[in-house]
Every structure is written in structure tokens, then in C-alpha cells.
């Protein structure tokens, strides 16, 4: 160090080591994603393309596959965007409102966190079954709900429910009311305050709470193995599919809808990183 308080040139300057006790601690958490997340996950893909391409594109003249792809991704296409319009309502609700019956109102959406989603698709069954409560008023408009598709859609948006909402209340709460107020005062209503103002200060939340829906959504198997019948070819999605097609023996078929499930999250991420990169354009904002 020279006199005027200066590194001199040409010394190399020393670096903060890293202690044994954290390179332990990444090694550690390497392991542990490695055992739990990362070797299950290339031998997925392993038995998937054991025996070349071939026989994994064979799973494509399966009728009782491809449905199964379109009953997982039509299930996802209506269970999100409900829990989507859902978790804004409660967030906002949540968030810009104090009332009596709000630390309930908290807890109710935290409930499918706590509760087996066996034990949904069973509430379910209980409710709108040939005996619970509204069947018999089900049976007489001739509308089936448990064992065809809008009990599937109920089931998968009932354990995907929360996450939309508790990614995007604390976004809320952290943004304030500040910007809002300034939108009314400037004139603007309450649709172009919300899509302006609000939208942008939370389209992170949001997104991620979307992500994490369509994930949980198209991976549900518990809830929609109790409400579905597991019936191929009718009412079988693609995780229901994976589990009947192991017990059959048939694990090249498995593991390719194990591929194809993971597909759909990778396609997930994409559309996420998409979107940020859209988010990043500057708008200026005018009523």
C-alpha cells in the first residue's frame, strides 16, 4: 500500500478465501439435487431413448397416448386461466382491503398446501358424485361432473389454486397505492389504472404464479386419479398414464410420457423467459 492510501501497481492483491465449512455446504446441496432432482431426471430421458428414437416416436400411434397429451393440455388450458382470474381477485382483495375474516379468507387459500390431493378428489367425489350432495340434482339436468372432464378441470384447479395469489399479494403489498391514486387523480378509471399501473408493478409475481400453476396443473395426479376413473383412451391424463403403463410392463411407453411431461415444463420456462424479455420493452403510459 503506497503512502497516499493507494494499492501500488503491480502487487497482486489478495482474495477472500472460501472456508472448507462452505465448499462442504455446496457439496452438500450439490449431492443432494444431484440424488433427488438430477440423476432421476437423465435416467428419465435415458430409458426414454434406450432403444434409439424410433420406438419413441412409436409412442405417437398409440391412441391411447396421444389422448392422454391432449387431456393433460386441455385440463391445464381451463384450470389456469381460472385460477389465474381467481388469485387476481383474491390477491387484490388481500391486499388493498383490511375486513374482518381476512386471516380466514389467508388460510382458506393456503388449504390445498395442507390438504392430500387424494383427499380433494375425494371431497369432490362426496360432493358432486351420483351420491353426494348435488348429484341427484346433476343427474336430473344430465350433467356428469366426477369421472369425465369438469371434475378432472375442478380436482387440478382446486391443489393449483394458491399460487397465483401468494406470488402476487406480497408484489401488491410491496407496489402500494401510491402510483394508483396518481392514475385516479390523473383521471384515469379503474380498468386502465389496473392494466397500466397495476398490471406492469406485478407482471413478476404474476408470471411466476402462472408458471407454477400450469406446472402443478399438468404434473396433478392424486386429486385427478380419485375424480377421474383412470378409464384409457377417456378420462386418462398423462401422469395417470405413466403409473398404468408401468404396471402393464410397458416402460418404454412410460418413460416417453415421462419425456413428454417434462417437455411441457421446459415449454413452460420458455414461454416464462418470453415473457420477461417482452417486459423489458419501455411503454409510456397515457390515459
Not at 411407453?253 to 415421462?258: D, K, L, M, R, V
Amino acid at each position: 500500500m503506497a503512502s497516499n492510501g493507494k494499492p501500488e501497481l503491480g502487487r497482486p492483491q489478495s482474495r477472500p478465501q472460501i472456508s472448507w465449512g462452505k465448499w462442504l455446504l455446496i457439496g452438500l446441496a450439490l449431492a443432494y439435487l444431484g440424488i433427488v432432482v438430477y440423476i432421476p431426471t437423465v435416467n428419465v430421458f435415458v430409458q426414454a431413448f434406450s432403444q434409439g428414437v424410433g420406438p419413441f416416436l412409436g409412442n405417437f400411434a398409440n391412441h391411447e397416448f396421444v389422448h392422454a397429451i391432449k387431456m393433460t393440455v386441455l385440463i391445464a388450458a381451463l384450470a389456469v386461466p381460472m385460477n389465474t382470474i381467481f388469485g387476481l381477485c383474491a390477491a387484490w382483495i388481500v391486499a388493498r382491503h383490511q375486513f374482518r375474516g381476512r386471516a380466514l379468507l389467508l388460510t382458506i387459500l393456503d388449504l390445498p398446501f395442507s390438504i392430500s390431493p387424494v383427499v380433494a378428489g375425494l371431497m369432490i367425489i362426496l360432493l358432486y358424485g351420483r351420491q353426494g350432495w348435488f348429484g341427484p340434482l346433476l343427474q336430473g339436468a344430465d350433467i356428469q361432473i366426477v369421472f369425465a372432464y369438469p371434475g378432472m378441470v375442478l380436482a387440478t384447479a382446486f391443489v393449483a389454486m394458491p399460487f397465483v395469489a401468494r406470488e402476487v399479494i406480497p408484489v401488491l403489498e410491496e407496489l402500494g397505492t401510491d402510483q394508483e391514486q396518481a392514475a385516479h387523480t390523473l383521471g384515469a378509471n379503474a380498468w386502465q389504472t389496473f392494466w397500466r399501473v397495476t398490471l406492469p408493478g406485478i407482471r413478476w409475481g404474476l408470471l411466476y404464479g402462472v408458471v407454477l400453476t400450469n406446472a402443478r396443473s399438468m404434473g396433478e395426479f392424486g386429486a385427478v386419479s380419485a375424480v377421474s376413473g383412470n378409464v384409457a383412451g377417456k378420462t386418462q391424463t398423462l401422469t395417470l398414464f405413466v403409473e398404468e403403463a408401468y404396471k402393464q410392463y410397458q416402460t418404454q411407453a412410460s418413460y416417453g410420457a415421462a419425456v413428454i411431461l417434462a417437455g411441457l415444463a421446459l415449454v413452460s420456462l420458455a414461454l416464462k423467459a418470453l415473457l420477461e424479455s417482452k417486459t423489458h420493452v419501455p411503454r409510456r403510459v397515457q390515459f
